[in-house]
């Protein structure tokens, strides 16, 4: 008997488009292919820029400077090494501080953002959450400038009144200057901002999500929040890393507020001054081209610092989304949402 060969699998065959059709498609094409071409145009300029602060610094580019403004403000006497620009920045207080304000801001906000829109999306009345929405997408839109006066105007004095005593401020003169503007008020600021982006995404992931998907954890017994919890939260995992990582990109980023409200100088606080660390100054590496930036237009070691910096931001940023990314390709394999 002869064996039947396996029937072979249909030749696909190309997508056919209309003439408008291919139109549409090469302009998509070509504004995908210039967004490339600029971003690495963009990245190439600030390597090229940024590399002589990294040739000279070698690792001690990773070090600490010397604040000149955090000296003058002590009264302390500060020394220019021969041959090297006084404000010859190092990345490390700044590395630091972005990390402190960005990893508080994210920790702070996450929990927020997700219990928020779980509400908005699954648990709201109706014309409660009608109303919502919109006001969380304008709160998500607010510039950065009017987060950064609110708190240098309304939040800092609180700050500063309330939680910074006298006794507390002698006692830490000769360390380090304490008011208002610290990196408590800085992660705070940052929460405000990042926390109606990460809401407005995670509201329309969860929203997306079909309803059979619903109506199956019903039928097996479930309440609408074990339904979310079990099933929803799950699904929209890699909305949730997403929004996460929007977030992050935006809180590394952001300059204006930062710089009115976190302090700006450059020290390193300290976690073993226990509660008095929130209400330390920081010096986030984005905050500096606000700072810095009339001098670095004229500095060439200083400009060569300040590219260093925004290198520094692009490709952690770029790595991050990258590794996200990988991370959830299985995810998205297996029908998660976004």
Same mark, same amino acid.
């Given at each position: ?10 030749? &696909?065959?190309? #997508?056919?488009?209309? #003439?408008?059709? &291919? ?30 602060? +990294? ?6 580019? +990773?070090?600490?400077? $010397? ?8 009264? =302390?006497?500060?020394?220019? %090494?021969?041959?090297? @620009? ?25 929990? /927020? ?12 009345? &109706? ?5 919502? $929405?919109? =006001? ?7 510039? @950065? ?9 309304? !939040?800092? %004095? +609180? ?25 408590? !008020? ?10 109606? +982006? $990460?809401?407005?995404? /995670? ?22 929040? &074990? ?30 507020? !930062? ?15 226990? !509660?008095?660390?929130?209400?330390? #100054?920081?010096?986030? *590496? ?12 004229? $500095? ?29 390709? #299985? ?6 949402? *976004?």
């Amino acid at each position: 008997m002869l064996s039947a060969r396996p029937a072979r699998p249909p030749l &696909r065959r190309a #997508p056919t488009f209309e #003439p408008g059709e &291919r139109f549409a498609h090469a302009v998509f094409a070509l504004a995908g292919a210039v967004s490339l071409v600029v971003l690495g145009l963009v990245l190439g300029y600030v390597l090229w820029r940024a590399w002589p602060a +990294f040739e000279a610094n070698g690792f001690s580019y +990773f070090g600490q400077h $010397q604040d000149p403004d955090l000296a003058g403000e002590l009264g =302390l006497a500060t020394q220019q %090494p021969v041959g090297v @620009s006084f404000r010859q920045l190092h990345a490390w207080p700044a590395i630091y501080g972005t990390l402190l304000t960005t990893g508080g801001a994210i920790l702070l906000g996450l929990p /927020f953002s997700l219990l928020t829109s779980i509400f908005v999306a699954e648990l709201a009345p &109706r014309p409660l959450a009608r109303l919502m $929405q919109p =006001l969380i997408r304008v709160m998500a839109a607010v510039p @950065s400038v009017v987060w950064g006066l609110f708190g240098l105007l309304v !939040l800092a %004095p +609180f700050v500063d009144r309330v939680l910074i005593s006298d006794d507390l401020a002698s006692r830490y003169a000769r360390v380090v200057p304490l008011r208002g503007e610290s990196l408590l !008020l800085g992660i705070v600021v940052l929460v405000c901002m990042t926390v109606p +982006f $990460q809401i407005a995404i /995670f509201t329309d992931a969860l929203r997306a999500v079909p309803a059979p998907w619903r109506e199956g954890g019903r039928a097996l017994g479930l309440d609408a929040w &074990r339904v979310t919890v079990k099933i929803l939260l799950p699904v929209i995992r890699p909305a949730i890393a997403t929004g996460v990582v929007l977030a992050t990109g935006r809180a590394i980023g952001e300059a204006i507020a !930062l710089s009115m409200t976190a302090g700006s100088i450059a020290f390193v606080p300290n976690p073993l001054d226990r !509660l008095v660390f929130l209400l330390e #100054p920081a010096h986030p *590496l984005a905050s500096m081209f606000v700072d810095y930036n009339s001098e670095g237009l004229v $500095q060439g070691a200083l400009a060569a610092d300040l590219f260093s910096f925004a290198a520094l931001i692009l490709l952690s940023a770029l790595a991050m989304m990258l590794a996200v990314r990988l991370a959830l390709a #299985p995810v998205r394999a297996r029908g998660g949402v *976004l």
